[in-house]
């Protein structure tokens, strides 16, 4: 291949016009994606683009998703190393292309080694401005939200990254339609109180406040993912929250025993298959709560807590949680809202939603939230 001799190396502290999506740590050198849907973006005028990437992994590998003016023209796993990938080569060097190169999978709580850094980038031209957009949507969730099953056959079972993906599923979609930046915080088989199989240590709530608090071990803390995220420098203007799905799992689920202590912990269910009531009020109770820490780091944006793409079985209870909240704090910007389900047709890999269910649930949201941010 002839080398292009215009490349210039450029660390990403050096380009003025850099955007960063994604909770990080603020650090440019390098920057860290943690999250699914994370990203960088840049304007560029010219004719080819490279970028510098760090991954580690010991079990799941990261996989990036290159968009080209919002189509997306590669999907790839990154396997372990530093080392450049190309973005795009041979284009009119004369026009200004808007690239995206976004985490699609999530960050791997199972997994203290994953992780995605970026060093630099070589490009032969001129980097432009990004147009800021009017809104910014947060989603909160679990592998719904970081769209496990989305990519694969509808057979296939194996619980591996290559079956996520950021850009087939409802959060970007919704987002796109919306003209909207967003991030998103979820983890699959997480819940609000619980995760499916009954671990309370894993729920979603307890780490929100962290740059990705549901991450382990000592490379992890190192990349500062256990700092207190920065909330003042992001504020959305709708928070989406797509928990409920695991909690509701965990009735059906087998007991969970801590080793450390010896706790058993299990979501009951009443003789007649319907749930304990005192543990549907545990569920409720922690709705409440996690509700009250989102209002207190996103001020001013309105809540939407949204179910239903596998099954509606504690719909009321998510009512009756979110009616408790409004009546104690007087919020009124809270609300609820049922998500289509999943279908024969439109299931994905994983038994999962697949990609035609995640776009009826984004249009139908998308329609929700412009009521919500034109009022």
């Known amino acids: 291949m002839k080398e292009n001799e215009k490349l210039k190396l450029y660390e990403l ?5 850099l955007k960063v999506h994604g909770r990080t740590t603020g650090e440019l050198s390098p920057l860290t994606l943690f999250w699914t849907g994370s990203a960088i973006e840049l304007n560029a005028k010219g004719s080819e683009l490279w970028l510098e990437v760090e991954v580690d992994y010991d079990i799941y590998e990261p996989w990036i998703s290159i968009l080209v003016n919002s189509a997306v023209v590669s999907r790839q796993m990154l396997t372990a190393g530093r080392y450049w990938v190309c973005v795009f080569r041979g284009m009119n060097e004369n026009e200004t292309k808007n690239i995206r190169i976004v985490r699609d999978v999530q960050a791997m709580n199972g997994d203290e080694s994953c992780s995605l850094k970026i060093h630099a980038v070589k490009f ?29 056959a509808k057979p296939e079972e194996d619980w591996i990254s290559m079956w996520f993906s950021a850009i087939r599923n409802y959060t970007f979609i919704t987002a796109e339609a919306l003209n909207a930046e967003y991030r998103v915080i979820s983890q699959s088989g997480w819940g609000v109180l619980t995760s499916w199989d009954n671990n309370p ?29 920065d909330f003042a420098s992001w504020q959305p203007n709708v928070v989406v929250v797509n928990l409920g799905t695991n909690d509701a799992g965990a009735f059906n689920s087998p007991e969970w025993k801590d080793e450390e202590t010896g706790e058993i912990h299990k979501q009951r269910l009443n003789e007649d298959g319907t749930p304990n009531e005192e543990d549907l009020k545990a569920f409720e109770g922690a ?89």
Request: aromatic share 10%.
């Open 287 to 375: 709705v409440v709560i996690f509700l009250a820490k989102l209002r207190k780091y996103n001020k001013n944006a309105h809540i939407v807590w949204v179910y239903g793409m596998l099954g509606t079985p504690i719909m009321p209870a998510i009512y009756r949680a979110v009616d408790t909240y409004i009546k104690e704090t007087s919020d009124k910007r809270v609300s609820v809202f049922q998500l289509p389900n999943t279908t024969d047709e439109t299931v994905g890999s994983r038994c999962h939603p697949g990609v035609l269910s995640h776009k009826k649930a984004a249009k139908e949201l998308t329609e929700y939230i412009k009521e919500i941010i034109t009022k």
């Open 201 to 229: 240590h894993y729920n979603i709530p307890e780490y929100y406040d962290k740059v990705c608090g549901l991450l382990t071990g000592e490379k992890n803390e190192s990349l500062g993912a256990f700092k207190q995220n």
């Open 124 to 152: 032969d031209g001129e980097f432009l401005p990004i147009e800021e957009k009017p809104y910014k949507i947060e989603f909160i969730g679990d592998s719904i939200t970081s769209g496990e099953g989305t990519v694969g």
């Open 13 to 17: 502290s050096d380009i003025n016009y």
